[in-house]
């Protein structure tokens, strides 16, 4: 199994009501099916998701992409600092 | 100086922006330019626009709160430098920093400074394409207190593969 943490920011973080979430996945998960996953643990995430970004190790991470042992996944919405 | 040795500042930080302090850490013997932008809370916003296809109309902001993903923050803002250096080779000092926390109008939010040898080297635009850059990758985000409620403000950008 692939242990790793999940974090929300911003829309993601209220709509998910914590900050973090820690899972187990199978090997080779894709993000997509990522989202599926939290989805089914999350159902509030679902709205959001058409138009959340995901990082995987602090880099943009796209839908048909594997998800490494260990990583570090975020979720969040379009950027809107400066 | 070779070009690899060039200061290169950058921080998240709750802390006020020093304008000067950073400017100076950026201005070397051979600087003859700095273009420095700097953002700050916007009290009342007068021109109508639109983010995520929503319109807004104006209004008045009571304060806005700033979130960061920081150690990823960080590493996008060293990205964007980076792609300065690539597409303006006479930049000589970068400085990029966002203060996050709660931030009431008129206070700086965000400040990016290029300096270069003279003004007419790019390095106006180099400072423009920094503050655009950040909008569009850097994982930032504000929420907006207004008099009568409160919403998270959502870019439009969606970076693409090896961005």
Request: hydrophobic share 40%; net charge negative; charged share 30%.
């Amino acid at each position: 199994m692939n242990k790793v943490k999940v974090l929300f920011f911003a829309t993601m973080r209220t709509r998910a009501k914590r900050s973090s979430i820690d899972l187990e996945l199978a090997e080779n998960t894709t993000i997509a099916e990522l989202k599926k996953t939290l989805i089914a643990k999350i159902p509030a995430l679902e709205a959001s998701l058409p138009s959340t970004l995901v990082s995987v190790n602090r880099e943009f991470a796209f839908d048909e992409e594997m998800i490494p042992t260990n990583a570090e996944i975020a979720l969040f919405p379009p950027v809107s600092g400066g | 100086m070779k070009p690899s040795n060039f200061p290169t500042i950058i921080s998240i930080t709750e802390d006020e922006i020093d304008l000067n302090a950073l400017v100076e850490k950026i201005t070397l013997t051979s600087t003859g330019a700095a273009a420095i932008f700097t953002g700050m809370v916007r009290g009342k916003t007068k021109r109508t626009g639109h983010a995520q296809g929503i319109a807004y109309a104006p209004h008045e902001t009571t304060y806005l709160e700033y979130e960061a993903y920081i150690p990823m923050a960080e590493k996008k803002m060293r990205q964007v430098a980076d792609e300065i250096r690539e597409k303006w080779d006479v930049v000589e000092g970068i400085a990029i920093v966002q203060r996050i926390g709660k931030l009431y109008p008129r206070t700086p939010t965000v400040l990016i400074a290029c300096t270069a040898s003279h003004r007419d080297t790019g390095v106006f635009e180099a400072a423009r394409y920094g503050i655009d850059r950040l909008k569009e990758i850097v994982p930032i985000w504000k929420k907006e207190f207004m008099p009568d409620g409160e919403e998270w403000v959502e870019g439009e950008y969606i970076p693409k593969r090896e961005e």
